[in-house]
């Protein structure tokens, strides 16, 4: 059985950072698609952040130079790192990740990325940022 666990969220000023973590247990697939998501106040869900497990990586273009995911696959942990954050970045923050039947191939048109459908999901960590 697959869980989740996010981690490290929490309250910070604007231009400050936080780092979430998503520890993950049950999952042995040797192909597969990782992602953070994040629903704010009002708001859709909306993607984050992709690593397939060849770590390529792709980015929601409002994070993109400000968040970094990375995973240690030791440690079975997922990582977002976020910089600079903005008052737009208030939110429950989800990690979710998908096992892939095939080579990952990551961005738009291929199999990992935030368009992709997830399905296992964490709880959700929330990310308050104030200006």
């Known amino acids: 059985q697959v869980q989740l666990v996010e981690s490290g969220g929490g309250s910070v000023q604007a231009g400050g950072s936080l780092r979430l973590s998503c520890a993950g247990s049950?999952?042995?697939?040797?192909?597969?698609?990782m992602g953070w998501f994040r629903q704010g106040p009002g708001k859709e869900r909306e993607g984050v952040a992709t690593?397939?497990?060849?770590?390529?990586?792709s980015y929601a273009a409002s994070v993109k130079g400000r968040f970094t995911i990375s995973e240690d696959n030791a440690k079975n942990t997922l990582y977002l790192q976020m910089n600079s954050l903005k008052p737009e970045d208030t939110a429950m923050y989800y990690c979710?990740?998908?096992?892939?039947?095939?080579?990952?191939?990551?961005?738009?048109?291929?199999?990992?990325?935030?368009?992709?459908?997830?399905?296992?999901w964490g709880q959700g960590t929330q990310v308050t940022v104030s200006s």
């Open positions: 049950g999952y042995t697939y040797s192909s597969y698609c």
């Open positions: 979710a990740a998908q096992p892939l039947g095939v080579a990952p191939i990551s961005g738009p048109g291929g199999n990992c990325y935030t368009g992709v459908d997830f399905d296992d």
């Open positions: 690593i397939d497990s060849d770590g390529s990586t």
